[in-house]
């Protein structure tokens, strides 16, 4: 138990060394001057020196590297060069909302997602499995924001049951201002649920102990809720941290439609600037965030499920 | 074998079947118009300064001016979607090709070799994966957008491609793992075949299934991502009209010309559930009756 513990932290400890490697090895492959970007056009030379100097950029690619590695390690991403304030700053004020945005999501599709692929599977062929596979296929398919748009369509102008967009004052009225955007987030999320819980629970409903069971008189709703379904479950905690990655970069797109003051908002508005700090501090921040959390939901399983010890 | 089984059988087996065809037919039908499209519409950069806008500016709707009434700069819609067909095609295919090599050299040599050189090959394959896809390709976009490449639509392609290798590099990697001790495969060898004929020969005929598979997803996959990017303003710069460079120029008016979403938001849902539904065909069909 403690080895596999060991291994998986050492693990990620190499994943996240990958991250960081990667995204430096990206920025220095490109060829162009952040001092001379982040000073602007009328600076003059003495300045673009001191800020190369400040930013070892009047070091070779290992002197920026270290230089670089020193910095992520004192949570040091550099400054906007549209705002001049600190990225870690920055992204520290936009991750609550973010989170909140990401968690709502993955309830929503949980609580939508696993009762459909529970239906399918025990109507398997019949008409409620293909009413369900059909809308599987369709919510994979479509773009987000296409599906954002419907429903901002639908819901608030349409039916006015919900804001059009915007953060909302906490408690009550927050939850009213999060249920589209989160649903728009979810669509994936409830159909590739559906599917794998079809799946896996049409695969465990075939195997001989629940026909035992079947053929001992356990009824239909016990034979399910009780035995298939907590062997069918295990994939979908693995998914969930694996779909993660998805969620963060669908959040991009659906936090611009709905004006939800996160982190992927903050990050379109960089890239509309070209503000590359802030590009590369938001992927670097999310990409821990997920690594970190996919230790964190192995850790759990590895606590549940004896199996994988 | 019970009726019950039986009919579940055939009906498993007829949706398969079905589920291939219509995808195969729209596939084809899609790829026929990405193909020919420009010779069937008009120029779908050509602007209509007297009919193409309303009298205050405003786009033109649906059957007003042309069939699928006109964009905010009074352009032909239903000449820009069938227009923009080749190029997001062509971007989603180029893409899909880079990643099919990628992912096949990677996956064919971890496979076939075995030993040390697949467990390194598949952990970076893994390092690889623990790396959010969407937010790499954003930085990777955006960083190629810097470069000399950036007024075409190759950084969009090449990010893609680099981005979506993963999965097939693991898919053949299995499967050349299980056909590494096939009885063939073990007859070649010990016929002193080399091993570059092995997999040429005798691997890869055996795992064009999965291969079509792969293709077909990872094309759903990267029209959709092709749509993402173009989304955040990092997709193939103007004026090519791509289906999610469409949306994306369309998004402002969505209220006032609803046309603007529907159109080029309706022509990637129809080909990414066409290529959806020829992978889940072929698979079914390749797995057999279960």
Same mark, same amino acid.
């Given at each position: ?112 997602? $696993?009762? /459909?692929?529970?239906?399918? *599977?025990? @109507?398997?062929?019949?008409? #409620? ?5 059909? %809308?599987? !296929? ?82 239909? $709703?016990? /034979?399910?809720?009780?035995? *298939?379904? @907590?062997?069918?479950?295990? #994939? ?5 941290? %694996?779909? !993660? ?65 | ?290």
């Amino acid at each position: 138990m403690i080895r596999t513990v060991l291994r998986r932290l050492g693990w990620t400890i190499v994943v996240l060394w990958f991250v960081v490697t990667l995204v430096f090895a990206m920025v220095v492959a490109i060829p162009a001057d952040p001092a001379r970007a982040m000073l602007g056009p009328r600076a003059t030379p003495a300045l673009v020196d001191a800020a190369r100097a400040t930013y070892c950029l009047d070091r070779g690619v290992v002197g920026r590297y270290g230089c670089w590695l020193a910095r992520l390690a004192h949570g040091d991403l550099g400054e906007s060069y549209r705002s001049k304030r600190s990225v870690g700053a920055i992204i520290a004020e936009r991750a609550w909302p973010t989170a909140q945005l990401a968690l709502a999501a993955i309830v929503l599709s949980l609580l939508l997602g $696993a009762p /459909l692929g529970i239906l399918a *599977a025990v @109507r398997r062929g019949r008409w #409620p499995d293909h009413a369900v596979t059909a %809308l599987a !296929l369709l919510g994979q398919s479509a773009p987000p924001f296409v599906v954002g748009m419907v429903l901002l369509d639908v819901f608030a102008f349409a039916f006015g049951w919900f804001p059009i967009g915007g953060y909302g004052d906490g408690g009550w009225d927050r939850l009213h201002h999060l249920v589209l955007p989160a649903g728009t987030l979810a669509a994936v999320g409830v159909a590739t649920y559906a599917r794998t819980v079809r799946a896996t629970l049409g695969e465990v409903l075939d195997e001989d102990y629940i026909r035992t069971a079947r053929a001992k008189g356990v009824s239909e $709703a016990q /034979l399910v809720g009780r035995h *298939a379904l @907590r062997n069918a479950l295990g #994939p979908l905690v693995t998914l969930v941290g %694996l779909d !993660l990655g998805v969620l963060l970069g669908g959040a991009v797109v659906v936090e611009a439609i709905f004006q939800w003051p996160g982190v992927g908002r903050e990050l379109l508005q960089a890239i509309l600037d070209v503000d590359l700090p802030v590009i590369v501090g938001v992927v670097i921040v999310c990409a821990i965030a997920i690594i970190v959390a996919n230790l964190l939901v192995d850790l759990v399983q590895l606590a549940i499920d004896p199996r994988r010890r | 074998m019970s009726a019950h089984t039986h009919a579940k059988l055939a009906d498993a087996l007829r949706r398969g079947r079905s589920a291939l065809w219509i995808g195969a037919l729209l596939a084809i039908a899609i790829v026929a118009i990405g193909v020919l499209g420009p010779l069937l519409v008009g120029d779908p950069l050509a602007r209509d300064l007297d009919g193409g806008l309303t009298a205050l500016g405003a786009p033109r709707g649906p059957g007003v001016a042309g069939l699928l009434g006109t964009d905010d700069l009074g352009r032909d819609v239903l000449a820009r979607v069938i227009g923009g067909a080749g190029t997001s095609l062509a971007i989603a295919g180029a893409a899909t090709a880079i990643a099919l090599v990628l992912g096949g050299i990677v996956g064919l040599t971890a496979g076939h070799a075995g030993g040390r050189v697949d467990r390194v090959l598949m952990r970076g394959v893994d390092l690889v994966l623990a790396f959010p896809a969407l937010l790499l390709a954003i930085l990777l976009a955006a960083l190629l957008r810097e470069s000399a490449l950036a007024r075409s639509s190759v950084p969009v392609a090449l990010t893609l491609g680099l981005v979506g290798w993963t999965t097939t590099a693991r898919v053949l990697r299995d499967a050349a793992r299980t056909l590494a001790r096939a009885e063939h495969v073990v007859a070649a060898r010990a016929l002193g075949a080399s091993p570059g004929r092995i997999v040429v020969r005798h691997v890869l005929p055996n795992v064009a299934g999965v291969l079509v598979v792969l293709t077909a997803l990872g094309f759903a996959q990267n029209l959709l991502a092709e749509s993402a990017l173009s989304f955040v303003g990092l997709g193939p710069p103007p004026p090519a009209p791509t289906w999610g460079r469409m949306l994306f120029e369309g998004r402002a008016y969505y209220r006032t010309a609803p046309h603007l979403i529907v159109a080029p938001g309706l022509a990637i849902l129809l080909s990414v559930v066409a290529f959806h539904l020829l992978a889940e065909g072929v698979r079914a069909r390749a797995a057999g009756p279960r």
